[in-house]
């Protein structure tokens, strides 16, 4: 099996840059895939093919990657940002969630 | 509007079985791949199971391997998951996912709780 590892949390004062990172050896031949959850809510797509951002997504959202860690990057966070971010890939036989970061906005 | 509704959640024994369903609308259902994640409470998402859009292939996660079965049903736009010998570390929200490939279109349900115990 595979596995993506995220810091437990991030901590970012409100209108500055905040980055979440993901690693895993899956992430070096296979897409990811970022979800955000807030309290209470099924998680929603943030990213996609690494560093694609769905439409309806604000542009503070991007992500990026090298070797076998993607990072997300949330530029200017805002007080609706705070949630737990999830990175995600697919393995041919195999699906896998990183364990979690939750932003905290200061 | 895409819709992904789950439901057959309940409060089990252990070693009992469940059969949990999931309806999607909305969405060319024959297209998307199908999966099940599951979030124990106040813990991460974790991945359980899926199925090919085509239904010929099925992926299970090491902790529900041969206890698990997950099938889908085209003509009614549903995919199942039927769980036997639950165990208390099964006890989580369950979580159905629609997936288009590489694309965006990527949609959830708000999930069906799961409680063994006893």
């Known amino acids: 099996s595979y596995e993506l590892t995220q810091p437990s949390s991030v901590s970012v004062s409100l209108g500055q840059t905040a980055r979440i990172t993901c690693s895993g050896d899956?992430?070096?031949?296979?897409?990811s895939r970022w979800f955000q959850q807030r309290p209470g809510q099924a998680p929603m797509l943030v990213i996609y093919?690494?560093?694609e951002r769905p439409s309806g997504i604000p542009e503070r959202f991007s992500a990026s990657t090298s070797g076998i860690t993607v990072t997300l990057t949330i530029t200017g966070a805002q007080f609706e940002d705070e949630a737990d971010y999830y990175c995600?890939?697919?393995?041919?036989?195999?699906?896998?969630f990183g364990g979690g970061t939750k932003l905290i906005v200061l | 509007e895409v819709q992904v509704v789950e439901s057959g959640g309940g409060l089990i024994r252990p070693g009992g079985s469940l059969r949990l369903a999931c309806a999607a609308s909305?969405?060319?259902?024959?297209?998307?791949?199908l999966s099940w994640v599951r979030q124990a409470p106040g813990k991460g998402l974790e991945w359980v199971s899926a199925?090919?859009?085509?239904?010929?292939?099925?992926y299970y996660a090491d902790p529900v391997k041969g206890r698990f079965t997950i099938v889908r049903d085209n003509s009614k736009n549903t995919v199942f998951l039927e769980m036997t010998s639950l165990r208390a570390d099964d006890t989580a929200l369950y979580y159905c996912?629609?997936?288009?490939?590489?694309?965006?279109?990527?949609?959830w349900g708000q999930g069906t709780l799961v409680t063994v115990s006893s």
């Open positions: 093919k690494d560093t």
């Open positions: 996912r629609a997936v288009d490939g590489p694309t965006p279109h990527d949609y």
């Open positions: 909305g969405l060319t259902f024959s297209s998307f791949s």
């Open positions: 199925i090919s859009s085509s239904g010929r292939f099925t």
């Open positions: 899956v992430l070096a031949k296979k897409f």
């Open positions: 995600y890939s697919a393995a041919d036989d195999y699906r896998v």
